[in-house]
C-alpha cells in the first residue's frame, strides 16, 4: 500500500508527537500509530481536524499519487 498520508511528516515539521495528536483528539496512540504509518487512514472529516490542530491545509497532509 502506498503512503497515501504525510501526518507523520507533518508531525515532525511541527515539533508535536503522535501521543499529543492522540490526546488532542481523544484516540488512543495506537490509533494515531497507525496513521503515521500509513497502515490505517483516518476520514475526511478526522483528517479536518488533524489538519486544524497541526495548523496546516489538509492538502499538506496527503501525499500526491501520480503514476
Known sequence: ??????????????????KWLAD????????VSKWCRNSA???LHTLTQIARLLEVD?????NSITE
Open 24 to 31: 488532542q483528539m481523544g484516540k488512543s496512540t495506537c490509533t
Open 41 to 43: 487512514q483516518p476520514d
Open 1 to 18: 500500500m502506498a503512503d497515501l498520508n504525510r501526518i507523520k511528516v507533518v508531525l515532525v515539521e511541527k515539533k508535536k508527537t503522535g
Open 58 to 62: 489538509v492538502k499538506d497532509l496527503l
